[in-house]
């Protein structure tokens, strides 16, 4: 069974920077498509960032709206993931989710694209 257990979110003022972790168990992490959304308060989930291997080199995504502030990356032989966010705004506040896909297909870009889903942490950015 798989679990994914997200860590280090809290309360950071605007510019600061803040990491994220995941911690996955019950399956092979390193070959799977790993990818970060945040859900704000009355809005939808929304992506973040993906980290995906594919024929030996990794590829990283992400949402227009972090690009060149937030980093994904992974250590496999610590199976986690982690999210490095600096330059924090505002709009950043939200739950943050980490998932997994074993088998993706298409874009990492959408949450159905994910077959298993942390718990989130919250994130919460003062102005």
């Known amino acids: 069974q798989v679990q994914l257990v997200e860590s280090g979110g809290g309360l950071v003022q605007a510019g600061d920077s803040l990491r994220l972790s995941c911690a996955a168990s019950?399956?092979?992490?390193?070959?799977?498509?790993m990818g970060w959304f945040r859900q704000a308060p009355g809005k939808e989930r929304e992506f973040a960032a993906a980290i995906r291997r594919s024929g030996g080199s990794t590829s990283t995504y992400y949402a227009d709206s972090v690009k060149g502030r937030f980093t994904i990356s992974r250590d496999n032989d610590k199976s986690t993931l982690y999210l490095q966010m600096s330059s924090l705004k505002p709009e950043d506040t939200a739950v943050y989710y980490c998932a997994m896909s074993p088998r993706l297909l298409g874009t990492p870009r959408v949450a159905p694209a994910y077959d298993y889903w942390g718990q989130g942490t919250q994130v919460t950015v003062s102005s």
């Open positions: 019950g399956r092979t992490f390193s070959t799977y498509t």
